[in-house]
Every structure is written in structure tokens, then in C-alpha cells.
């Protein structure tokens, strides 16, 4: 099936309001932009260069999520036209996006990212590590960024119960943390091979590549 025919195939099974991010990290010009002509504008990047070129040479309607663990020293570049960075994980970080996009003049939004997968390679702060950065004096003194929800990624594996428990995991700290920012709406977890799961248990977007564009050119 083409890059159109995916696109519109997976778009019409997802509930109403769950947002789809199109993973086209590796992809070329020409490939998003077959997924752009089906009305989809709503792409993720993980590589804050590969973002930019992109940036530079498609439409401006499009929204551009970094999707990718962030360097600090990278946010710069990116300060001025990012829709949503994913993958915020410590209040340094978060501190950086603050200070450039005061220098753009705008408010970024931003997912903090929580380690929930047994895997030590995943990035993510721990529901402990959570709790000390929404309830500290420098995050509630950043006026730049808007927290608009948490992220996750759950263990790679074939266990759908293992993914199940930590995706649900990951809702029940979502709801504790409305309680402290109410306007936190989106949900961010499930990917290619656990989306459908992640939907069950309450997530709102997805990020979704291979199954669009098929497998990656390149790491």
C-alpha cells in the first residue's frame, strides 16, 4: 500500500479524539509530502537539523513535534517554530525552552516525558521526579512554556500485558497530575506496534511512522 492509502487507512480507525503524529523522521521531502496532500500536518522528528531542513522546505501549516530525546544546546534552533517538544525529562531542560522561547516572543508547549518501561535506556522522570518538578517554585515561575500533557513509552516487548500495565500506569499519574494542571489534555503513548493498546487505555495521540511511511531509511 502507498504512503496515502496507509495514512488514510490508519486515520479512519482512530477514535475522533485521538491526535495522530506521522513519525516521518528518516524521510525524505517527497515522502511527507504524499502525506501532506491527504490533508494530514501533524509530523514528528526526533533529530532537531533534520526537523529544520524540513521546516525550511515544507508548507507552514504543518505542525512539527520533536519527538526525540532533546539536547539543551539544540533548543535554540528550533525555539521559534516547534509546535510541541515530547520528550522533556528534567527541569533544566525545561528551564532552556523557557529562556529561548521567551526570546521568540511565544509560549512552546511542551509533554513531560515519564520512564515507564523497564528498559534503562528509555529517558523519562519517575512519578517521584514528577511530583517534585510541577510542585517547585522554578517551574511555576517558567511564563514560556505551557505543559499540555505527559508522554511515555513502554517496554519493547511481545508481553501486551507487561505494555497494558504501563500505559495504565502512565494514565493514573496523567490524572493525578490534572489535578495539579488542569488544562494538561493530551496523552501521548503508543507507537506502531502498541497504539491500539495505548487508545485502550486512555491515550489521545499516537506516533505512529512505520506503518506510514513503512521502515526506516536510515538510524
Request: glycine share 6%; hydrophobic share 40%.
Amino acid at each position: 500500500m502507498s504512503i496515502t492509502d496507509n495514512l488514510k487507512k490508519i486515520k479512519s480507525a482512530l477514535p475522533d479524539d485521538v491526535t495522530l503524529v506521522a513519525v516521518s523522521k528518516t524521510k525524505s521531502i517527497s515522502e511527507i509530502r504524499e502525506a501532506y496532500d491527504t490533508g494530514h500536518t501533524v509530523f514528528g522528528e526526533n533529530k532537531v537539523q533534520e526537523m529544520i531542513q524540513k521546516w525550511e522546505n515544507m508548507p507552514k501549516d504543518i505542525q512539527w513535534h520533536m519527538i526525540g530525546h532533546v539536547q539543551r544546546n539544540k533548543v535554540k534552533y528550533m525555539a521559534g517554530f516547534v509546535s510541541l517538544i515530547h520528550g522533556v525529562d528534567s527541569i533544566k531542560l525545561l528551564g532552556e525552552i523557557d529562556k529561548r522561547a521567551q526570546q521568540n516572543n511565544r509560549v512552546i508547549n511542551c509533554l513531560l516525558q515519564i520512564h515507564i518501561a523497564e528498559e534503562t535506556t528509555k529517558f523519562g522522570l519517575s512519578a517521584d521526579e514528577l511530583d517534585g518538578l510541577i510542585h517547585s517554585d522554578e517551574f511555576h515561575n517558567m511564563k514560556n512554556i505551557a505543559i499540555v500533557g505527559l508522554m511515555g513509552m513502554a517496554t519493547f516487548t511481545d508481553d501486551t500485558n507487561q505494555i497494558r500495565r504501563e500505559f495504565r500506569f502512565l494514565k493514573t499519574l496523567f490524572d493525578s497530575t490534572k489535578k495539579i494542571i488542569p488544562d494538561i489534555s493530551i496523552l501521548s503513548m503508543g507507537m506502531s506496534g502498541d497504539y491500539e493498546i495505548a487508545i485502550e487505555e486512555g491515550s489521545t495521540m499516537v506516533r505512529i511512522g512505520s506503518s506510514i511511511f513503512g521502515a526506516r531509511n536510515r538510524n
